[in-house]
């Protein structure tokens, strides 16, 4: 069974910096594509970033580009995302998600989700 | 940047079909998919790949995607189906969400 675990998620000043990790299991960690979604208090899905099987290849999204960088250590099965000048906007539960495959294309969808981890970016 | 429109609610009566659509420029000529959200918790696809059903997934769910617009039809619809659907793709090295829309079964 796939399962996916995020923690890390907190109470963080602007400007401040914060990881997230998701834990890995019931699949071959190394061979599938995965991503970091968000959805803000009462809002709809945000793609943050996704990341190769391998680790070497990274995208972004517009919003986060620069200040966040995602990574995988695909020894522990683990995903991270490591979040620095913090804004209030960046406010969200962080998903990690799944792609049943690793591929960076037009068929690009997420069939597991994590439970989320909550991030509050307030003074 | 690529933008998908879904209708912000759609209300529905049990046993009744339900469509809830999503249009972005040329969207037939990507692959779409639908991600349902019920209260508190993780989305759950139940539409890849435009009309493709994860195992698991009641057969009254289908969708299909042609021209600009992607269609998530629920046929039968039933209470348990109330939730929020998003749909999504992938353009241009980014993924795109729909902004949601609310379904209610009343």
């Known amino acids: 069974e796939v399962q996916l675990l995020e923690s890390g998620g907190g109470l963080v000043q602007p400007g401040g910096s914060l990881r997230l990790s998701c834990a890995a299991s019931?699949?071959?960690?190394?061979?599938?594509?995965m991503s970091w979604v968000r959805q803000a208090p009462g809002k709809g899905l945000e793609w943050v970033s996704a990341i190769s099987g391998s680790g070497v290849g990274t995208y972004y999204s517009d919003s986060v580009k620069g200040r966040f960088t995602m990574s995988r250590d695909n020894s522990k099965r683990t995903l991270y995302l490591q979040m620095n000048s913090l804004r209030a906007e960046d406010t969200a539960v962080y998903y990690c998600?799944?792609?049943?495959?690793?591929?960076?294309?037009?068929?690009?969808?997420?069939?597991?989700w994590g439970l989320g981890t909550l991030v509050t970016v307030s003074s | 940047s690529y933008d998908l429109t879904q209708p912000p609610s759609v209300s529905v009566s049990p046993g009744q079909t339900a469509s809830i659509t999503c249009f972005g420029d040329?969207?037939?000529?990507?692959?779409a998919c639908w991600y349902q959200q019920k209260s508190g918790q993780s989305p759950v696809l139940v539409i890849s790949q435009d009309s493709e059903r994860p195992s698991g997934i009641p057969e009254r769910f289908s969708g299909s995607n042609s021209g600009n617009t992607a269609t998530l039809t629920i046929r039968g619809t039933q209470a348990m189906d109330e939730a929020d659907y998003f749909c999504q793709a992938w353009d241009s090295n980014t993924v795109v969400f729909g902004g949601g829309t609310k379904l209610t079964v009343l």
């Open positions: 040329k969207l037939g000529d990507k692959f």
């Open positions: 019931g699949f071959t960690f190394s061979t599938f594509a």
């Open positions: 998600a799944k792609v049943p495959g690793d591929f960076w294309s037009t068929s690009y969808y997420f069939d597991y």
